[in-house]
């Protein structure tokens, strides 16, 4: 029976995840714009993430925008202690489906609430800047997500999209709980701010984990997957969960059989050999 065997670890000092958790960016529609086209369907990948124990799910109020938490809110007990939601602020969608940084202060305290409000969650577990924004001071930003958390709307501030110099900056204004930048076994461009979350304690989500289309320059990994009776995916998952501690992987999907194929990932223990070859 497939169920989610990783380890844990505890966000923030004290919210305790197993670390294969699940990105809900897929559950929407096409572009991540609008409604997924089967919302029973998306419903159901939901639901069968928690029953795998799937107990963390990161999602953000631009992946609609507003549907994945929507749905998240209507479909999931979010108020449960075992469940532990992270979404993101700070992002502007159109019908052109930009992603457009806005970090504005007022904006993101606004956001904040209509995630609340969405997410039926009071307060929310885990808040996450979503991409720094050129045209707002950073440290602005950051200082709204502080004075949200002194006011007990958020529990833990999180950052996305961050450089070592950024996480260092937000780390003199509040506690940063999490860092989520891309990253995965083909693009290790962020290895040093993963080096500084293992430092610090802080938790790393590397988003695209599967690295979908990038694993045919992955030295061995074909060979180590057959060695393992498993797909690329799943040894690229598997790799996250072995590379570092403090990954907390979320790979995203509308479909139950592949959310099943990534929880089943969990199970997967690669030896020192095939560690090193895939680094």
Request: net charge negative.
């Amino acid at each position: 029976m497939v169920h989610n065997e990783s380890d844990t670890f505890d966000i923030g000092g004290d919210l305790t995840v197993r670390r294969l958790g699940f990105g809900a960016m897929r559950i929407t529609g096409e572009g991540i714009i609008g409604e997924p086209d089967d919302v029973a369907n998306a419903r159901a990948v939901l639901e069968r993430a928690v029953e795998l124990g799937v107990d963390f799910i990161d999602t953000a109020d631009s992946y609609g925008p507003g549907v994945s938490e929507r749905l998240i809110g209507e479909t999931l007990d979010t108020e449960r202690d075992d469940l532990i939601i992270g979404t993101k602020g700070g992002l502007l969608r159109n019908t052109d489906a930009d992603w457009l940084p806005h970090g504005d202060p007022d904006y993101l305290r606004n956001a904040l609430l209509c995630s609340r409000d969405r997410l039926r969650m009071d307060p929310i577990d885990l808040y996450q800047y979503h991409r720094p924004d050129p045209d707002t001071p950073f440290e602005d930003a950051v200082h709204a997500l502080a004075e949200m958390k002194d006011e007990g709307l958020l529990r833990h501030v999180g950052l996305s999209n961050v450089s070592v110099e950024q996480l260092e900056q937000a780390q003199d204004i509040v506690e940063i709980a999490t860092v989520q930048n891309q990253y995965n076994v083909a693009n290790r461009d962020d290895e040093a701010v993963l080096e500084v979350c293992e430092t610090d304690g802080v938790g790393f989500i590397p988003w695209f984990p599967l690295a979908a289309g990038e694993l045919d320059d992955v030295d061995g990994i074909d060979e180590i997957a057959e060695r393992h009776d498993a797909t690329r995916y799943q040894i690229a998952l598997a790799w996250l969960l072995q590379h570092s501690d403090v990954t907390l992987p979320i790979p995203g999907t509308s479909s139950v059989d592949h959310l099943e194929q990534n929880v089943a990932a969990s199970a997967i223990d690669l030896s020192d050999e095939e560690l090193a070859r895939l680094s």
